[in-house]
DNA sequence: TGCAATATTGCAGTGACTGCGATATTATGA
DNA sequence: TCATAATATCGCAGTCACTGCAATATTGCA
C-alpha cells in the first residue's frame, strides 16, 4: 500500500513526465488567461499532447489544480492508520493532520498557486470539496475501525468532518494573511479550539 | 428583508407555479430515469416550458434538488441576525441552527426525496456544499459583526465551518438510519460534542 | 523476436449552459 | 383606457467539458 520509488520503469516515467508537462502547461495559461478562459484543449496543446489524451491523466481540468493536494490526504490517511489504537482517536486525528501540515511550508509557491486559484474559481473550490467529502468517508472509516463501531455513527463523522473543517479553516486563514503565521500553528490552534470546546472561544 | 407573503400580484404566482412545475416534473423524472439519465431538455418538456426557460429559473440542474435546501439556510443566517448579542456566539449557532432544524420533520417525504437524490449523485451533494461553503461565508460574517472582529479571523470562521459540519453528520445519520431519531435531536448531539469538546468523545 | 499490456490518438457525439435578440405578457401611470 | 416600461418566454447558434469506441503506436516481458 506504501509508495514505492525505486524502480520506475521507463513506462512510467515517461508517464509521470508527461504528467508534469500536462501541470506546467495548465499553471501557465491559467496565469495568463485565468482557470475559465483555459480549455482543456489548449493545455493539450501546450503540454503537446492530443485533446483526448488529457483525460486519460486528469479526469477533471480542475483537478490539475487540486492534484498533488490529493496524495497530502491521502498521507493523512495511511498517518491515521498507523497511529497506536491505544491513542485517543482525536488525538490520533490531530497528530496525523500535523504531521502533513508540517510539510506546507517546504512546497510554498507553488500551493499558494494551487490555493489562490481554489478562492478565486468556485467550480475549483466545489471539486475540492467533494473530494474532501471522499476524504472524510476515509478518515470516518478509519476512526471507525479504530472505536470498533460502524462507520455511519456519528462519532466517527463527527470527528472526521471536524477535522476537515479545521483544516479549511486554517488554509483559508493561511491564504488572507499571505502566508504570515506558518500553516501547523494555525491547524493546531483550530484542533486546540475543537479539543477544549466551541463554548470556550474568546469573546 | 423579511419575507412579504402579502400581494403578490398575477406575475409573481405565475412564476411561482411555473416554478413548481418545473420542480414536480423534475423530480417525477429523476424518480423514473434517474438525476443523471434526465437532460433539462426532458424537464422543461415535462413542465411545459422552452428548454431556454430551464435556466431563468434555476441556474443548475442541481438546484432544482436543492432549492428549497436554500432558503431554510437563508433562515438560519436570519435567526443568527437576530438573537441578542450578548449571547455566546457559539450558543447562538446552536440555537439558531436547532430552530431551523425543527420543522425537517414537518416535511419528511419531501426532504427524504431530496437527500437521498443528494446521497447518490456526486454532482448534487457536490453543489451542495459549493452552496454551503457560500453560507459558511455568510455565518462568518454575521458572527463576526456580533464579536466585533474581522470576518478572516479564525474564531469566526472556524465557528461557522462547525456548525455545518454538525448540520451535515446530522442529517447523513438521520438519513442513514431512516429518519429513527428525529432531527433536531441529532443536530443537538453533535452541537453538545463540539460544546464540550471533541477530546470527550465515548470510546 | 514476438506477444501481451498499456498509452496515445481521432472521431463523433452528448448535454449543460450562455449570449443575444425577438416577441409576448403583465404592470404602471397618465 | 391606452401608451409605455418592465419583465417573462422563447429560439437559435454556439462553446466547452467530458465520454465511448475503435484503431494504432509504444513499451514490457518471455
Redesign the pocket.
Known amino acids: 500500500m506504501a509508495v514505492m520509488n525505486e524502480p520506475l520503469?521507463?513506462?512510467?516515467?515517461?508517464?509521470l513526465q508527461?504528467r508534469q508537462r500536462i501541470e506546467t502547461a495548465a499553471f501557465e495559461l491559467f496565469e495568463r488567461d485565468g482557470f475559465?478562459?483555459?480549455?482543456?484543449?489548449?493545455i493539450?496543446a501546450g503540454a503537446?499532447?492530443?485533446?483526448?489524451?488529457f483525460?486519460?491523466?486528469?479526469?477533471?481540468?480542475?483537478?490539475v489544480v487540486l492534484a498533488d493536494y490529493a496524495d497530502r490526504l491521502n498521507r493523512i490517511v495511511e498517518q491515521l492508520r498507523e497511529r497506536p489504537h491505544t491513542e485517543h482517536p482525536w488525538a490520533a486525528l490531530r497528530a496525523s493532520f500535523l504531521v502533513v501540515a508540517a510539510d506546507y511550508d517546504t512546497e510554498r509557491e507553488q500551493l499558494t498557486r494551487r490555493f489562490r486559484i481554489m478562492a478565486t474559481t468556485p467550480s475549483v473550490y466545489a471539486?475540492n470539496l467533494q473530494l474532501q467529502a471522499g476524504w472524510e468517508d476515509a478518515l470516518a472509516a478509519a476512526l471507525a475501525e479504530r472505536m470498533g463501531c460502524d462507520p455511519e455513527n456519528l462519532g466517527p463523522r463527527l470527528l472526521a468532518s471536524s477535522a476537515l473543517s479545521a483544516m479549511r479553516s486554517s488554509q483559508r486563514r493561511w491564504i488572507a494573511t499571505g502566508q504570515q503565521t506558518p500553516l501547523p500553528a494555525l491547524v493546531q490552534h483550530c484542533f486546540d479550539q475543537l479539543d477544549t470546546g466551541l463554548a470556550d472561544i474568546d469573546p
Chains 1, 2 share one sequence.
Open positions: 520503469g521507463l513506462r512510467a516515467r515517461k508517464k508527461t475559465d478562459g483555459t480549455t482543456t484543449e489548449a493539450a503537446d499532447i492530443a485533446p483526448r489524451t483525460f486519460y491523466y486528469f479526469p477533471t481540468k480542475e483537478d471539486r
